[in-house]
């Protein structure tokens, strides 16, 4: 046994300390588990408060209601009555607002971000303008641009403009000293410096301002809709909570909440598509 | 032995490629002086290094050398012409690889030529770049991106795009230093091979004594605060360099000296 090199734990007396790694019960089960029961526990509490008496329906609608609602306003969307209609004043406020928002951001974001008056005159007044409740601009629109789809347009681009701008702009800060020097060392002109460096290092960024720009932009078109009338899904659910028609507005609001999904989602994918060379931020929704 | 050895072991005098004169930087209206009257030539053909504590100067005076930094007072010619910006015959190489993401490595290299002279002679210089590639044996990985590389690959994919548009001169800014040690005496000595395949001068910036000993014809020794070279030290050891000098006597000796020559610096 002397010569012996490799002792096991055995013959020198000593027993394995193999020991089993502790991992909480809700670690193991899958994600969908989670989030179904989650969701069944809501909906069982709903269901329980609104039949229990103790809140009325007009506050809080039975979730049986609900989803009857929920049934009716799905059939009448695809059956293409006055809500699919709606539905389309909605989301062509939502996407021209957000084409808007995106050629003025990316213009002043180019702005702020590439030029030094950009960025020591322009930038303080957007932080200034960033900083104001914007939502109260609606009744301003609708003076200027009428209680039609452009007052409603305006808001949302209005909305939606400032995440752009601001991701633009540190977009094109987000080069390295190095990757700077490198192209200065190579005699990169100023324009080759920004199509070549700046603006694909600031994709990631640009993309994060887009996708908080995506779900504001829908907050924005249903605003101007709320405060300023016109024939959109705002309208709706303005009439329907005028009404005491609970039901209708919680799905009202589901079915508008699919534009927004939409919205991300498509913005979501092209961020993917388009910076394929750092995925770290495309999974996690409106990353901070 | 390369063209190389033989100038330096037969003591003729090449031709310079760089010649400083008097070069000082002065930053915050003259309150700090970075560098303060250093003059230096490089011969061609011939390696030298700077070392010097951080906070010297040292890439402060590459920056200049490379026409990236105007300089105070003083002049700085490459090959007989005043250096008022950066040049295409300059290869400069940083402590990052400094790759473009979105980028394959072969896109990466050719970028000098793409921003100089357009995608089309990008194109063509591509077998060029293969064979770049080869040299630091990198070869099948034409295609990867950077996020593929690790980090020794990384650098000498940048030595690759350094050496593309063929620089009289190459300035090095620490390269290695991110490396593991281990990476590091190996890229090292693939430094050398590449320099004298190409018989370049080149310049090093570099805190490291035994890598500045390795790879230098002359170790200029700098000391901080104002950043001035105190000495010029010549080493006299046969090329190509080893690992095994290291522990050769004159390595030590010369080790020693600039040591010797640093604590000076660095308490005066």
């Given at each position: 046994m002397t010569d012996q090199v490799y002792l096991s734990a055995e013959t020198a007396g000593i027993t394995d300390t193999v020991w089993v790694e502790t991992k909480s019960w809700s670690a193991r089960v899958p994600r969908w588990v989670s989030m179904t029961v989650l969701m069944a526990l809501f909906l069982l509490g709903w269901q329980t408060l609104s039949v229990s008496g103790l809140v009325s329906p007009l506050i809080l609608p039975t979730l049986s209601d609900t989803l009857a609602d929920l049934e009716f306003v799905g059939r009448s969307l695809v059956s293409g009555s006055y809500m699919l209609t709606a539905f389309w004043v909605t989301a062509s406020e939502v996407l021209v607002g957000f084409a808007i928002a995106v050629a003025v951001g990316v213009s002043l974001g180019v702005l702020v971000g590439e030029t030094t008056f950009g960025e020591r005159a322009v930038m303080?007044?957007?932080?200034?303008?960033?900083?104001?409740?914007?939502?109260?601009?609606?009744?301003?629109?609708?003076?200027?641009?009428?209680?039609?789809?452009?007052?409603?347009?305006?808001?949302?681009?209005?909305?939606?403009?400032?995440?752009?701008?601001?991701?633009?702009?540190?977009?094109?800060?987000?080069?390295?000293?190095?990757?700077?020097?490198?192209?200065?060392?190579?005699?990169?002109?100023?324009?080759?410096?920004?199509?070549?460096?700046?603006?694909?290092?600031?994709?990631?960024?640009?993309?994060?301002?887009?996708?908080?720009?995506?779900?504001?932009?829908?907050?924005?078109?249903?605003?101007?809709?709320?405060?300023?009338?016109?024939?959109?899904?705002?309208?709706?659910?303005?009439?329907?909570?005028?009404?005491?028609?609970?039901?209708?507005?919680?799905?009202?609001?589901?079915?508008?909440?699919?534009?927004?999904?939409?919205?991300?989602?498509?913005?979501?994918?092209?961020?993917?598509?388009?910076?394929?060379?750092?995925?770290?931020?495309?999974?996690?929704?409106?990353?901070? | 032995m390369s063209a190389l050895a033989k100038l330096v072991s037969a003591g003729e005098s090449p031709r310079s490629v760089y010649e400083i004169t008097g070069v000082s930087r002065f930053f915050n209206d003259g309150k700090v002086v970075a560098l303060d009257g250093v003059s230096l030539t490089l011969p061609k053909g011939e390696f030298h290094s700077v070392i010097g504590s951080s906070g010297c100067g040292k890439t402060t005076l590459l920056k200049i050398m490379a026409g990236l930094l105007p300089p105070s007072t003083g002049s700085v010619l490459l090959g007989g012409t005043p250096v008022l910006g950066p040049r295409d015959d300059i290869g400069m190489m940083f402590q990052q690889a400094t790759l473009l993401p979105w980028r394959t490595t072969v896109e990466n290299i050719l970028l000098p030529i793409a921003v100089r002279h357009g995608q089309k002679a990008a194109q063509a210089e591509r077998p060029r770049a293969e064979q770049l590639l080869q040299l630091v044996g990198l070869a099948g990985f034409e295609n990867a991106y950077p996020s593929e590389l690790s980090g020794g690959m990384a650098q000498r994919a940048a030595i690759c795009r350094m050496l593309i548009s063929d620089p009289e001169v190459l300035l090095l800014d620490e390269p290695f230093s991110a490396l593991d040690e281990i990476t590091r005496d190996f890229m090292n000595l693939e430094l050398q091979r590449v320099c004298m395949e190409r018989e370049a001068s080149a310049f090093l910036i570099t805190h490291s004594i035994s890598e500045a000993v390795l790879l230098s014809d002359v170790v200029h020794v700098m000391s901080a605060r104002p950043g001035r070279v105190v000495q010029s030290v010549r080493i006299n050891l046969p090329r190509p360099r080893t690992l095994e000098m290291l522990s050769l006597p004159e390595f030590g000796a010369c080790a020693t000296s600039i040591r010797n020559l640093l604590d000076k610096g660095a308490f005066l």
């Open positions: 303080p007044y957007i932080v200034a303008i960033d900083t104001m409740p914007k939502i109260a601009f609606a009744p301003l629109f609708v003076s200027w641009l009428g209680f039609g789809i452009g007052s409603k347009v305006a808001l949302a681009a209005f909305i939606s403009v400032f995440p752009i701008v601001v991701g633009t702009a540190a977009g094109l800060h987000a080069a390295s000293a190095n990757e700077r020097m490198l192209f200065q060392s190579i005699r990169a002109s100023r324009l080759q410096t920004l199509v070549m460096l700046k603006i694909p290092s600031g994709l990631p960024q640009f993309f994060t301002g887009l996708k908080i720009a995506s779900i504001s932009v829908v907050g924005g078109a249903v605003a101007g809709e709320l405060l300023g009338g016109g024939k959109g899904f705002g309208e709706l659910i303005r009439a329907a909570a005028a009404q005491l028609d609970t039901p209708r507005v919680f799905s009202l609001i589901i079915y508008l909440s699919l534009l927004g999904v939409l919205m991300f989602g498509l913005v979501s994918w092209m961020q993917y598509k388009f910076v394929f060379w750092d995925r770290s931020s495309t999974t996690r929704s409106t990353p901070q | -």
